[in-house]
């Protein structure tokens, strides 16, 4: 897909991984609208041209203004990146219920929500792409943060599903698969906080603009998934064909063992 022109709807879009693809996007001549719950921080990535909501985006009222706001100013909504999310460092089997619905409101619901608003219009044009920042926990289920790869993982699936959904009509989803990256993830988890040896490794993340420049490229080339570093596909690629010695290695490092 070419991007030059194209409106890109972007939520998480204040910092991180969500101002990265604001910067790489609009750099590539996108015209962006952002959502993100500080006004100031999304001025600052999106710069005096981008449309700007902000707000909560679990609430149903600002999903609703942001893509009006994007309509009444573009026209149109041609591709929707789904990056707002967060994570939660506590085992399942006790973590408080609301802890847990609202991990997946923001993580699964508030997409789906999204998706839903702009899918009909998509629809009727026969255009549009779907990019679910999803993560390497959505395909390899990570132990210390379980509930986290559970969302993770219901947001691939909705972007698998709705691929074959929408296929006749035009409409193109990609998932996007993030490892470890420079952002404020962990600080702004819902709860804990990863294992000695996870946090060691922050040397080894990736930047945002380096994820943001992968997610890019998947566009561009109208990819189905993007793992941010590639490297993960070779984690994933072992936990395929030796479940029980990746379950073991991922359970050695939660109880650093």
Not at 47 to 74: C, H, K, S, W, Y
């Amino acid at each position: 897909m070419r991007i030059d022109g194209k409106v890109v709807l972007i939520t998480g879009a204040s910092e991180g991984i969500g101002a990265a693809c604001a910067a790489a996007f609009g750099k590539r001549g996108a015209r962006l609208s952002l959502v993100a719950r500080s006004e100031e921080k999304l001025r600052r990535a999106g710069g005096p041209d981008a449309q700007v909501t902000a707000g909560d985006i679990t609430l149903p009222e600002v999903r609703e203004a942001a893509v009006r706001a994007t309509l009444d100013r573009f026209g149109v909504v041609d591709i929707l990146i789904n990056n707002a999310g967060m994570g939660l460092y506590a085992p399942s089997w006790k973590t408080p219920p609301a802890e847990a619905r609202a991990l997946f409101d923001l993580n699964f619901f508030a997409p789906l929500a999204l998706v839903q608003l702009v899918a009909p219009a998509m629809r009727e044009r026969r255009s549009g792409l779907i990019v679910n920042i999803s993560s390497v926990a959505g395909r390899v289920t990570l132990p210390w943060f379980t509930l986290y790869s559970a969302s993770k993982y219901a947001l691939c699936a909705l972007t698998d599903g709705l691929r074959m959904e929408l296929k006749r009509d035009g409409v193109e989803t990609m998932t996007v698969c993030p490892g470890y990256v420079r952002t404020g993830f962990q600080e702004h988890a819902l709860g804990g906080g990863p294992p000695p040896r996870i946090a060691r490794g922050k040397q080894f993340a990736i930047t945002p603009a380096q994820c943001a420049e992968r997610i890019v490229r998947g566009v561009e080339r109208g990819a189905r998934t993007v793992m941010a570093p590639r490297a993960n596909w070779l984690l994933v690629l072992a936990e395929r064909l030796f479940p029980s010695q990746v379950d073991a290695q991922l359970a050695a490092i939660l109880h650093d063992v």
